[in-house]
């Protein structure tokens, strides 16, 4: 043996462990931004048939529901759907029902694509919703068809579910 003190093998200096830690960091934050951009891409639905897509003219409707505004609410009916129910016919209607008593927007529950009905309503739609009040414990739900109309979702038929039911 002798007497030399031993040297213990360099591996880097700082400098050259601090650039491989910011690349080690990078890389994993790269990584998962990357996973998080593909969960969200595949769970998430995209497109003209999203649940979000919906939402702006379902809850629209029912609040101009709950005010009794049968002209407002007429004024959100695709072409067919104003064809199919009349302004007489749909003040009547929101005189016979109290489910929009309280009102205050929509709760998607599921979208079903249907072919549309025409080169001006290429896209249609069945969706069913939780209609959703001030009262948390509150819920009725509601089915509508929809048409895609000049790139927005536009209302063909507004139907309460009873109350016995469930879509």
């Given at each position: 043996?002798?007497?030399?003190?031993?040297?213990?093998p360099r591996t880097g200096s700082r400098e050259s462990q601090r650039a491989m830690a910011r690349a080690l960091i990078g890389g994993s934050l790269a990584f998962i931004t990357a996973m998080f951009l593909v969960v969200?891409?595949?769970?998430?639905?995209?497109?003209?048939?999203?649940?979000?897509?919906?939402?702006?003219?379902?809850?629209?409707?029912?609040?101009?529901?709950?005010?009794?505004?049968?002209?407002?609410?007429?004024?959100?009916?695709?072409?067919?759907?104003?064809?199919?129910?009349?302004?007489?016919?749909?003040?009547?209607?929101?005189?016979?029902?109290?489910?929009?008593?309280?009102?205050?927007?929509?709760?998607?529950?599921?979208?079903?694509?249907?072919?549309?009905?025409?080169?001006?309503?290429?896209?249609?739609?069945?969706?069913?919703?939780?209609?959703?009040?001030?009262?948390?414990?509150?819920?009725?739900?509601?089915?509508?068809?929809?048409?895609?109309?000049?790139?927005?979702?536009?209302?063909?038929?507004?139907?309460?579910?009873?109350?016995?039911?469930?879509?």
């Open positions: 043996m002798s007497d030399e003190p031993r040297v213990r969200w891409a595949v769970l998430v639905p995209h497109g003209e048939y999203a649940p979000q897509r919906f939402v702006p003219v379902l809850t629209s409707a029912v609040r101009r529901a709950s005010q009794g505004d049968a002209i407002a609410l007429h004024g959100l009916y695709s072409h067919a759907g104003l064809d199919a129910v009349t302004l007489d016919d749909l003040e009547t209607w929101l005189g016979q029902t109290d489910a929009f008593n309280g009102a205050n927007g929509v709760v998607i529950r599921s979208v079903e694509r249907q072919p549309g009905l025409d080169a001006v309503a290429p896209l249609a739609a069945i969706v069913v919703a939780d209609i959703a009040y001030a009262d948390p414990s509150a819920t009725r739900a509601l089915t509508a068809t929809m048409d895609y109309e000049e790139d927005e979702w536009r209302i063909r038929s507004l139907n309460i579910v009873p109350l016995d039911e469930t879509p």
